[in-house]
C-alpha cells in the first residue's frame, strides 16, 4: 500500500476516532463526564509508560497482525508512532492512570 493513501486512511480513521471536542457542543452527560475525568484521581502506584516503552513495542509488533475491536492496524499505530508519538504517549498514560485498558485480547469472529 502506498504511503500517501496509508496516510490518508490513517487521518480519515483518527478524525472519526477523535472527533472535534468543543464544551459548546456537549449534552449534560457530557460535561458531567468531562467534569468526573477532570477531577478523578487514582492511588495508581504504576509508573508511566515512556516514549522508549512505547518505541519498544512498536518495532516488535508483526506488520500481519489483524487490527483490534478499535479497527486501529499495527501500520497505523505505526505511522501515529512515528509522526506523533506524544499523542500515544498521552494516550496510554492517561488509560493507565483511569485503569481502562481493554480486558479482552482476543475476540473470535
Do not use: W
Not at 476516532?17 to 464544551?23: G, H, I, K, N, V
Not at 459548546?24 to 508511566?48: F, L
Amino acid at each position: 500500500m502506498a504511503a500517501a493513501t496509508i496516510m490518508s486512511s490513517s487521518i480519515d480513521r483518527i478524525e472519526v476516532l477523535f472527533s472535534q471536542d468543543t464544551e459548546q457542543s456537549e449534552t449534560p452527560e457530557q460535561k458531567n463526564m468531562r467534569v468526573t475525568v477532570a477531577q478523578y484521581g487514582t492511588p495508581n502506584a504504576d509508573s508511566i509508560f515512556t516514549k522508549q516503552e512505547i518505541m519498544q513495542v512498536a518495532r516488535s509488533m508483526a506488520h500481519s497482525k489483524a487490527p483490534g475491536l478499535d479497527g486501529i492496524t499495527i501500520d497505523l499505530f505505526k505511522a501515529i508512532n512515528k509522526g506523533a508519538s506524544d499523542i500515544l504517549l498521552s494516550i496510554f498514560n492517561k488509560c493507565l492512570d483511569l485503569g481502562i485498558f481493554q480486558l479482552v485480547g482476543k475476540v473470535q469472529s
